[in-house]
């Protein structure tokens, strides 16, 4: 299996603050990584794909980048809806599709 | 408007089974990629598995703690994910989301989900 490894798991901000969650790979995954943001009580979202590239929609404060092994998600002014946890995932190999742990991102 | 619907959650005793069904809309369903994602309580998002269309052969894929046990399938005439759960175990407890995956740069990623149906195993 393809371990994804996320840090922080927690990361205190505010608003207007520029943050930055990254995402390792066990093995080289290409590109092929999402990032997904899940607010409280609420559903997943996806936020960018193949590293790089914004879900339509997704505020371009949003951005993500990396390849291989190591990626990261940028956010680059945080505002209040962002307060959330946030996700990456592989679709490299399907054995399984593994996410992150997560990062809850709290004022 | 993509639209997903699970139901039939519930609590169940360990070693049961249950069937949730996900129920789609707004797109074209028979052609549509699908999965499964659970999330245990205060916990973090788990794959469960997938099912491809039938137009690509239908396949279908599992997460190593639940293959054996869970079977996904899908009824396009009706636009109906299942994901059938076998040998109820503790740890499966969790808020299980069918999502549809889309085109994600030459591989499929999860990009619609359902609200998600509550899955409580315990005696």
């Known amino acids: 299996d393809i371990q994804m490894t996320q840090s922080p798991s927690t990361l205190s901000a505010s608003v207007g603050d520029r943050v930055t969650i990254t995402c390792r790979a066990s093995?080289?995954?290409?590109?092929?990584l999402a990032w997904y943001q899940q607010r409280p009580g609420k559903v997943p979202k996806l936020l960018i794909y193949?590293?790089?590239t914004l879900e339509s929609g997704v505020p371009s404060r949003f951005s993500g980048s990396g390849s291989g092994t190591e990626f990261s998600l940028t956010i680059s002014s945080l505002q209040p809806d962002d307060f959330a946890t946030y996700y990456c995932q592989q679709y490299f190999s399907s054995s399984p599709f593994t996410f992150g742990q997560g990062t809850k991102l709290e004022i | 408007e993509v639209q997903l619907v699970e139901s039939g959650g519930g609590l169940v005793k360990p070693g049961e089974s249950l069937r949730v069904s996900c129920a789609a809309s707004?797109?074209?369903?028979?052609?549509?990629?699908m999965s499964w994602v659970r999330q245990a309580p205060g916990k973090g998002l788990e794959w469960v598995g997938r099912i491809k269309s039938k137009s690509s052969g239908g396949t279908e894929e599992y997460a190593a703690p639940v293959k054996g046990r869970f079977t996904i399938s899908r009824d396009d005439s009706k636009d109906t994910l299942y994901l059938q759960m076998n040998s109820l175990k503790t740890e499966d407890t969790a808020v299980y989301y069918c999502?549809?995956?889309?085109?994600?740069?030459?591989?499929?990623?999860?990009?619609?989900w359902g609200q998600g149906t509550l899955v409580t195993v315990s005696s």
């Open positions: 999502s549809r995956e889309k085109d994600c740069g030459g591989r499929s990623c999860s990009a619609y």
């Open positions: 193949k590293a790089s």
């Open positions: 707004g797109f074209s369903f028979n052609n549509a990629w």
């Open positions: 093995q080289s995954i290409s590109t092929l």
